[in-house]
């Protein structure tokens, strides 16, 4: 294979070897010295990264948007030279070196150290395995973009499945709908497995047990923590969630005219029961039918003193054919071109949506541009969450719909115990399929070859009490985009829905001073939620490590008590 560089490419290789040979023979000499040595490592990195981060995320973004090859084609080189930059050993070297010699002791400068040291510690794999990691995801995600399920002939989009499951009591057209979109599993799931490989390789040639341990230290989270929380929700959520599963298969039974026991994955109104089925008297969707999300979302933030017009303006929210049919926010350049990418509808899964990401775009949007480079971004992914999912839950809240004049006063009242009854079962419903997601993950990395399909359902099973459908034996697991191509990520989710709770408690009780008022916050025309963020959750960036950062702006780590007392409970408090 021959290799073709730039000129400026080269240029920066020269001056790189220098600076390398300079920085090894003195980098131990003095604190001094070693504090100058490292900004002389940092302007190098950041004169060569910043350009390459910048153009990698908008051929990401245009390849979402258009769907072409051309443009997964040409993310993968982008892709492949931010690789190749964080794999170089010399670089790596003098990481270690500057982390040996302990004397950067610069609070901004120790912490962007470890964050430089991780994500060169990631990239020093062998190249080859890298580059081919990188093509394996291209393939999978050219194919979930390019893939429709078809009913007789016909396609459909996502969001037409999740219409007719929604919306049909046709037993018929649900089984047809929910096992259309499955289609997308066998046309995958060969090359999932061979990613998992591939990343196990590459896992093991750093010192790891495999690519979800090494997921998992490399974000700075303890794997046998993460596992001790999980089996706590599971014993927080377990009992609770045996008896609103209950209550729905009765209602969804009685809906769809067959026996509870006949229920099947297609009746639950979803593709992974992942979200809450419609089993209460209430209709969500009748509060944004014919409105525009787009508009409610811009006006509520501005109230709060977060604006996002720059952002709308940088954003594609609407459907278009080859377009990326999930939803994402993306900080281009970590300079402040934040976007969203949505489908919208008018009806509550997209206002939801539509909260939620931009939820994650006033967080990337309000980091302080004065940190360096590196730690422009949030604590952690979890952190980011946290906050998407805090906006995410407002379009359930009636007296969020009051305030936003989706509803009246009255009616908001009317409602609330019935909207606090379908937020309930929506979190116990989501986090017992985030058990699934994180402990098939966990074992999938741990043993790949093993009956990945059984697995899952034996999964589903235990914690969604949902039945396998008789003699089903398909890669129903590699239809789920997030195990190929967000791998290790989904636990963060639930993570993050813990760090919700626990940010509206301290927004409640500290920033608006509401220790009487029963239910939740809408944060509407209260600019101070907005000022409290910037200053404590967004403005920081990753300058603290998470859980320090979130003890810093709620006097507390993490904790688990705020989404027990607000969701593993029988009514409205």
């Not at 090894?24 to 190098?44: G, R």
């Not at 982008?78 to 040996?100: C, Q, T, V």
């Not at 009636?398 to 379908?422: G, H, R, T, V, Y």
């Not at 034996?473 to 993050?496: F, Q, V």
């Amino acid at each position: 294979m021959t290799c073709k560089c730039s000129f400026q490419s080269r240029f920066i290789g020269s001056i790189f070897a220098a600076l390398l040979a300079f920085l090894l023979f003195s980098c131990s000499s003095n604190p001094q010295k070693t504090n100058s040595d490292f900004d002389k490592f940092v302007a190098e990195y950041d004169s060569v990264v910043k350009p390459i981060y910048k153009e990698m995320n908008r051929a990401a973004w245009e390849a979402a948007i258009s769907g072409d090859k051309i443009d997964f084609d040409r993310l993968a080189e982008w892709k492949k030279k931010y690789m190749a930059y964080h794999s170089s050993k010399d670089r790596f070297k003098i990481l270690e070196e500057f982390k040996g010699s302990e004397d950067i002791t610069d609070a901004v400068k120790a912490r962007e150290l470890d964050v430089l040291y991780l994500m060169f510690l990631s990239n020093q794999a062998d190249v080859d395995i890298q580059q081919q990691i990188i093509d394996k995801e291209n393939i999978i995600e050219e194919k979930f973009n390019a893939f429709r399920a078809k009913i007789d002939g016909k396609s459909y989009s996502d969001n037409d499945i999740e219409d007719i499951l929604k919306n049909s009591v046709d037993q018929k057209q649900l089984e047809a709908a929910w096992k259309a979109h499955k289609e997308i599993g066998p046309l995958v799931a060969a090359y999932i497995i061979e990613l998992v490989k591939l990343r196990n390789k590459l896992a093991s040639q750093l010192g790891f047990g495999n690519f979800h341990e090494m997921s998992l230290r490399i974000s700075e989270q303890d794997p046998n923590e993460i596992e001790r929380l999980f089996d706590e929700l599971d014993e927080l959520t377990g009992k609770s969630f045996i008896i609103v599963k209950n209550e729905l298969d009765s209602i969804l039974a009685l809906r769809l005219k067959i026996n509870k026991k006949d229920l099947m994955p297609w009746d639950y109104q979803n593709r992974y029961f992942q979200q809450a089925p419609g089993i209460y008297n209430i209709k969500p969707d009748k509060y944004f039918a014919g409105k525009n999300i787009e508009t409610i979302a811009k006006s509520f933030y501005k109230s709060i003193g977060l604006p996002v017009n720059d952002i709308i303006k940088r954003s594609h929210l609407y459907e278009k054919p080859g377009k990326n049919q999930h939803a994402f926010c993306i900080d281009i350049d970590n300079e402040g071109d934040v976007r969203v990418l949505c489908n919208l509808k008018s009806n509550a899964m997209w206002m939801n949506t539509m909260l939620h990401e931009l939820g994650h775009a006033v967080y990337y949007k309000n980091i302080d541009r004065d940190l360096p480079f590196i730690l422009r971004q949030p604590a952690h992914s979890l952190t980011t969450e946290a906050i998407a999912m805090m906006f995410g839950r407002l379009y359930s809240n009636p007296a969020w719909l009051a305030d936003m004049k989706l509803c009246s006063k009255a009616e908001a009242d009317e409602i609330a115990q019935q909207f606090f009854n379908n937020i309930r079962l929506e979190q116990l419903v989501f986090s017992r399929w985030v058990q699934v997601m994180y402990r098939f993950e966990k074992a999938m990395y741990e043993n790949p070859d093993q009956d990945l399909n059984t697995l899952w359902w034996q999964l589903v099973e235990k914690y969604q009490l949902i039945r396998k459908p008789e003699g089903r034996n398909m890669p129903d697991w590699a239809t789920k985009i997030h195990i190929a191509a967000y791998p290790c990520y989904y636990h963060n989710y639930l993570m993050g829905e813990l760090l919700a709770s626990q940010l509206n408690h301290y927004i409640k009780v500290e920033i608006l001073k509401d220790t009487i008022a029963s239910g939740w916050p809408t944060y509407v025309n209260r600019p101070e939620v907005g000022e409290y963020l910037k200053k404590k959750v967004f403005g920081p960036g990753a300058r603290y490590y998470w859980n320090d950062m979130i003890e810093k702006a709620t006097g507390e780590k993490l904790s688990a008590k705020y989404y027990a007392e607000d969701f593993v409970v029988s009514k409205l408090k």
